[in-house]
């Protein structure tokens, strides 16, 4: 007998991911193409036709653009998996899990933005780094004219992507771990004569990887349409791919925007087209990989990968820190030439007038982000209790919707689901960047919310019901008070990708919604680090706040129920 | 409460006739905000608009909510962006700062409301004579679709004490640049100031400066500009980055000069580096100065697109910047410093005193450095070079 209960639940979950999640893409990618085929009637193209891709393939540096962006692409993605993988093997059993949870953490919180505003002050050639080094070290009066920051070959933006990716690798590796038995796997290859890191590699990557190659699509598509974070590290003359796109979409010559609507369709190419390299690839080292792991070499030189990547992960974070670091510096500054280490003066008033600017994008952060993670968290939880109450495993193709929004590239229907928005009269507002906001918040949340929900010790569950709680009084009395620490973490995950948030804004919010995210990346091609370093900060802030809350409110919630605060953490 | 109040909103809205008198429109901007979308990376500008709308607020009870964009054209895109969904009327962008290229396109689509200027009051305070700068925006007759309201004029500026004697014309500057290789740079010309440095080029290398105020066509456009591109090859490589990458705009390019990465900035302000010394961006040693032959200057002015959704506040606005008041209080070195666009003839005692009263500051060119003030190429150059640009030295 086909389980019915809480069929109706699941309807309404299916209904509301449907028309929120799915249809919105889906008619975004339809305008987009109509444009990219020439049909925008608003600017008079109302014929048919490939003059678009014409113009699109003859615009100056389309060719290095595209290639900067499987470049930049590919390479950080790859980089960024090796460097987490021997990161993992060096320090897994040697760290606990809330210890290394604590220091990926505030990684995980930063939004991209601020760290890019950061890393691109701290490794300029006027940056942090030189002025700490100069001119005793180095000689240098002034700085060099070297291109350390947006370099034509994008070496700057693969570090910043590193620096976001590795920590994001880390924590889906991790919890995947827990999944394999390493140290059995790990006791076994030592007594055979293997050297840790080729356990690692042998044994044990082949086990983690089918498990986190959602995650690592999600990067590569990440990674191969970023925009904030290209415009403040990337190269700028031509920039990638997606960069060029933004800058079309709102140029002066407004005939550009069906050029633009062809390279996002382009876009979305190349994120399936790399997709479907990758899953090629991995074909090709399965392979190879058989053959080499048959040949049984015990690689115990495999050490110094090992240290390599360690290094590199540590270094990473460093500059990670570093770079947060230097945004709260610049925002207490008043003065601060180069070479000086520290600022000359300090002053309080780029904080001192949050009237002028920043009170009201923090305010518009936080009704967004909260309004976004309630939303998606709701639909999360609707989403696991409908699951719980047929009895369901979840189908390959509900994961699939799941991981929609985040596999397709944000600019390849942004700009058609603005006018999407626009011909439903839902202009500019806040609902259509709320809307637009949970479209990436909730597959975040629902990913986050997933493993513990399924890992709840169903016992409590049916004795509750057979003490004669209905469905509803189980949920509120049994479920989300043993998942309260889980529920909140995934709702800190979920603000935290809100506030970073920043094409969906701009190309929703018609440029009168103002979040700390798009006057960062605005301010960020201003001459005042100061002020920029305030709404850095301020955006870094908030998830750490929010993160911060996660860990400290179940402590505080359940300090009569000793027993909860232990069991669901 | 809330309903009769909603209905007489609704009634504001359906009713499309547009008060006839100034009285009416100023009764009926009461209580609008009006979307002023202005370019906002500086942060002085950004404070004026917010002083602005506290002192509109206290007189006719309009405020500005600035929509900050990072390029005009963000703007004009939204404009069209709502003509194409058919929003013709409750856009969300009620008034614009806007020049030039971007005015000639919104213009030439149809997607302005006007033409209003004579509507204004304040306007008895232009010099609205044919050909005047107030009334003509890169050569392009304004016809009272737009409104003035600061004086841009091009300078460059450097530090003092790093380079005591800058170059004064574009020849200078190649034997200065060849001299000290990797200090100067421009911001990339998709950027309005790294345009009008090529412009400012132009006009200086044209054989004849006189064809740029007519229309390029293909055969003026490459007699006047071959001296320029030559220049240019010669220039290039001895840029920052060798020519290969450029700043994004002058706040950037503000920056580096603040951060010695180069030892020239420019900007299409007179007072721009006076002010950013006020506001601790810049050494107090560096000065502006506009080549020894003069420098392009033109008026910025804002539009209101025809679907607007405050009409009337926009245009409360509009005048409110015209206000010999407003004026004098944005030429204050401290505010904003940017110079008036009134003409003094049309002053009365009063309000010439006001402007006599403004402190002064070392890094403020005097009237003797900036030179005459050379006419704005038609816009069609600027579109020429831009593009032409880009074909050439993008890789």
Redesign the interface.
Known sequence: MRNTEGRWLRLTVLGLVAAGLVLPILAGLWETGRAAFGY????GAETLSIDPWRRLWSL??FS?SLSLTLWTGFASTLLALAIATGFCAAVHGRMSAGQSARLLTPFLAAPHAALAIGLAFLI???GWIARVLSPWATGWD??P?L?TV?D?CGIALILGLLVKEVPFFLLVMLSALSQVPVRAHLAAGRALGYGRGVVWIKVIAPQVYPLIRLPVFVVLSFALSVVDMAIILG????PTLAVAMT?W??????ML?LPASAAALLQTALVAGGILLWLGAERAVTVAGRFWIRRGGRGLSSGPGLVLAGAGAGFLMALGAAALLALLLWSVA??W??PDALPE?W?LRAWARP???WGMALKQTLIIGLATTALSLTLAIAWLEGEDRAGLNRARWAEGLIYLPLLVPQVAFLYGL??TF??A?M??GMVAVIWGQALFVFPYVMIALSDPWRALDRRMVRAAAALGAGPLRRLFAVKLPILLAPVLTAAAIGFAVSVAQYLPTLFLG???I?TLTT?AV??S?????R?TGVYAVLQAALPFAAYAAALMLPALLLRHRRGLAGASA | MRLPLLALLAAGLAAPALADSWDDTVAAARGQTV?W?AW????RT??FI?WASGALEAQYGVTI?Q????????????V????????TE????DLIWING??FL?MKKQGLLHGPFLADLPNAKYLDLSEGSAAVVDFTIPTEGYESPWRLAKFVLTHDSARVPEPPRSMAALLDWTTAN??RFTHP?V?NFMGATFLKQALIELAPDPAVLQGEATDEAYSAATEPLWAWYDALRPTL??QG???P??E??L???L????VDFAMAFDPAAAAA?VE???L?DTVRSYAPEGGSIGNVSFVAIPFNAAHKEGAMVVANFLLDPATQAHAQDITVLGSYSVLDPARLGEAEKAAFAALPASPALPSNEALGPTLNEPHPSWM?RIAEDW??R???
């Open positions: 925008l009637p608003a600017i100056p540096g290095t300029a050639p006027s002034l700085p004219d291109a947006r034509p190269p700028s003359n031509p800058r979409f709102f140029a002066a010559d407004t925007i008043w003065r030439p180069f003066s002053s009237a002028m600017g603005s006018v626009l011909r009269g202009t500019g018609a440029g009168r103002a006057e605005t301010l091609s201003g001459s005042d680090r002020v | 979307y979308n906002g990376g500086d942060e950004n404070d917010a909510q929509v900050k964009l990072s390029d005009t054209a963000e703007a004009v895109t939204r069209i962006a709502e003509k194409a969904a058919g929003q409750g856009g969300a962008v290229t971007n396109s290789p990797g990339a998709s920052w980055r290969e990458s450029f994004e705009n706040s950037v503000q920056q580096m603040n951060d010695g990465e950013a506001r601790g961006l050494p579109t880009a074909r030295y993008t890789e």
